[in-house]
């Protein structure tokens, strides 16, 4: 095993539960796709042309422009074990695309794990800029920032009346997927949650949960992204989408209050409650655990629950994920003992160590 | 009831599949759903959107030209032989994968995209982010797309001095593209 750094820290840049609106935002993500003029797309280009187009972009990283940049390192697909891949997509740090499907795959990681850049996934190039809360914008710029620096030295698939060429015909144009993770437990408590996901989706944006595409919304964590990227400048789609949250975390806040305002003694014993199992809980399946956990981040945000912080819940949600349970343990295990292992270590991460005999 | 896959534990997670109206249900409990890998996040995934772009090519196959073109006018249907001469993906794969090959095919199948991007987009042009460094000459060809407009609106409004003036940039950028075309 390597000694690669995002394997140590379970804290990403996104997870640390700051950032504008991050009661209910938990990030931003942007991310690009760009394509290498003249070379096939990396599902059907040979071993030897799929190693070129790597070149082609590592060599970018050489120059003084992508210094500027901020620190990056340089990591092959092949060099990682499978739980080290598994860690970094359920870090949100890489897709699984790259992780599981991609030849000659790379990724230049920055230091606090705020940016990564996927080599040979579906695209040639995908940038994705992550952050924690509301700050859409600001992830556009820094992945604009560094599609001018490879643009600068790679000729880009790109065509006057179809923009930037990717394989998956759903890219094509601006290339950009635009998402924003919110915890929404108050609207799902209220059931208005079915209401606004339908409203949410005739202005043209998609759902998703926590693990993007085909994931169940587990958690009360919703993924709401821009569909089209044909059409639309970027900063239309950003705008749009950037509103479009806006008007669900004022939806969230309402109903937060109605439910303190209406049922005050009732939630606060939910929550109470989840934070006794969690504390306590000697097995827990991830489906309890993710729904307990949203439980007392709301207790949290309503500080009600004080000794709680977002980063540590932010971090559970990532270290409760299989990869990270093995990885943290160091061994394989079955479905059963994660769930073991899934309940000693939230009690570990809420301040419970002693009372429970191993 | 009992999971039907271990038949030890009781079923929690219930399936219904219905292909072609015929209904199968599946019963299986949780840990045997997560032994399948079907809850784990980021596992391949039985349906993705690569299944649902091709099931609209396959819509718009059997449902557009290709039976117009083979039936009324007896011609060969076209996405037989439709094939990007740079990478070699036929149209037919590239509906089955609903991924292109390389850049080339946007080209290849440009005559098939329109109605597809029409679908998936609700437009067929892009009007975002240009690369700086080849775009210069795009940026000003947009300018010109633009200033056209503007001068065939103004002649109908019979606003001849501006329509006047506006021919003059027009011809001014024509003349620096035509010159940076020589350039090169």
Known sequence: MSNHSFMEQPVSDWMRGTGPDSDIVISSRIRIARNLNGLPFPL????????????????????????????????????????ERQVLVEKH?????????????????????????MLNEEDHLRIQCLYPGLQIHEAWNEASRIDDVFEAQVDYAFDEKRGYLTSCPTNVGTGIRASVMMHLPALVLTQQINRILQAVAQVGLAVRGLYGEGSEATGN???????????????????????VVKQIIEHEKSAREQLIQQSNTRLTDRICRSYGILKHAVVIDSKEASQRLSDIRLGSDLEMLKDVTGTALNELLVMTQPGFLQHIYKKPMSADERDIYRARLIRDTLGNKRDIAE | MMCQQCGQKSATLHFTKIINGEKTEFHICESCARDKGELIPGAPNGFSIHNLLSGLLDFDMTNGSSQLQSGLYGIKSTQEVMRCDHCGLTFSQFSKMGRFGCD?????????????????HGNIVHVGKIPKRNGIVMQRKRELIALREKLQLSIQQE???TAAQLRDEIRKIEQDLSGEAEAK
Do not use: W
């Open chain 1, 93 to 117: 740090l890489i897709s699984p695309n790259l992780a599981n499907e991609s030849r000659n795959g790379g990724l230049l990681l920055k230091d606090d794990e705020s940016v990564s850049i």
């Open chain 2, 159 to 161: 606003q001849f001095e």
């Open chain 1, 44 to 83: 059907l280009a040979t071993n030897q042309q799929s190693a070129e187009s790597l070149s082609r972009l590592t060599k970018v990283t050489e120059s003084p422009d992508f210094s500027q940049l901020g620190h990056f390192q340089a990591i092959s697909l092949t060099e990682l074990t499978d739980m």
């Open chain 1, 221 to 243: 964590l919703f993924q709401v992204s821009n569909q089209i990227t044909l059409g639309q400048s970027e900063s239309e789609i950003i705008d749009n989408l950037y509103g």
């Open chain 2, 104 to 120: 080339a095919c946007y080209k290849s199948f440009a005559s098939r995209l329109d109605p597809l991007l029409k679908r998936v």
